[in-house]
């Protein structure tokens, strides 16, 4: 009998642990394999971790290094991992604590002390300029939009999207996006919608604050992770991806979104221009972009091995409904199709 593979971060895990017992994992996670583990000592826990080889990247990265932005968000940023030098190699410090999606799921109320330490991380990030961060990007400079180019910034969001998301994996789902109603128009009618961004001054981003990317340490103090996301741009299409991952309730967003102005416009005049008009908007290109990344997502989720799951087959469809009547508008839908229809096409994809 073949023994099972082992994987690259799980055998360097135990080779810098010294003892595969007290490697931990792997973590949930999705885009990487993770696993903690207390160094020689007992006097640091870092992780050690790889990109899954299965995992589909939906979403564009602006810096080349995530532990390479770590060390440079040292001096500015309040609670982020550090990193940890062994043998030559940076490893993130692991934050022992639990997440707060663990202790309050979408939809529910935030506590009024870990609210207040989401606002003061993005007061501290509304202070990083793209001057003052000295790290190596993946883009070239003409496919960076101009500091304050609101505009811009979106539209190479959206061409990641058109591009990396739609075009890349248009001959496996162009049956399936078709009987959706989305096709190559759905990008000329999206640009559309959003253009006539206000300019705002640029400034750091996390781009992907939600519930599990903050952890409550025992002392109740929030530390954000997974800066991997992470650009330099549009500080409204922080708030933007902040609120629709989060779903506050009703009220605390509107706070959010109170709170957010306010100290944003005391650090950098100008970075909440014209957000009662664009922030709608932004969180539309938000609701356009799931769909894409969902119904290659969710219809993959159907396949086991060679199977197709059954079982699951009407959530599937009801959760790919539910996406396209949030993003009708923006995507110039006439009509959503049912979820019977939606489950035909699935259906269809699976056996094409």
Known sequence: MTPPSVSGARQRAVELSGDPNLVKGPLKGYHHETYVLALPGGTRTVKVREPRSEILWFDRRCFRSEEALLRALQEHISRVPGIVEVAGMGFQGFIEGRTLGEQRRPGRRVPDPVFDQIVDLFREMARVTPDMLRVERRCEDRDRAEDGDSDGFLERLIVFVEEQVYRRNHTEFAGLFHALGISEESFTLLRKHVLGLQQRPFCLLHADLHRENFVLDPGGRLWAIDWELAMLGDPLYDLA??????????????????????????????????????????????????????????????????????????????????????AARPLGLAQVPGRSQIMAALIRWHTS
């Not at 509107?254 to 909440?272: F, N, T």
């Not at 799931?290 to 009801?318: H, K, M, Y």
Request: one cysteine or more; hydrophobic letters at 45%.
């Open 241 to 326: 991806t902040h609120l629709y991952l989060m779903r506050y309730p009703g009220d605390q967003e509107s706070r959010m979104v109170r709170e957010w102005c306010d100290l944003v416009e005391g650090i950098r005049p100008g970075s909440s221009a014209g957000w009662e008009r664009d922030l709608p908007l932004i969180l539309d290109f938000k609701r356009a972009q799931s769909v894409f990344t969902d119904v290659i997502r969710v219809s993959l989720s159907l396949r086991e091995d060679a199977a197709f799951n059954w079982v699951a087959l009407p959530v599937a469809a009801g959760k790919l409904q539910k996406i396209l009547t949030a």
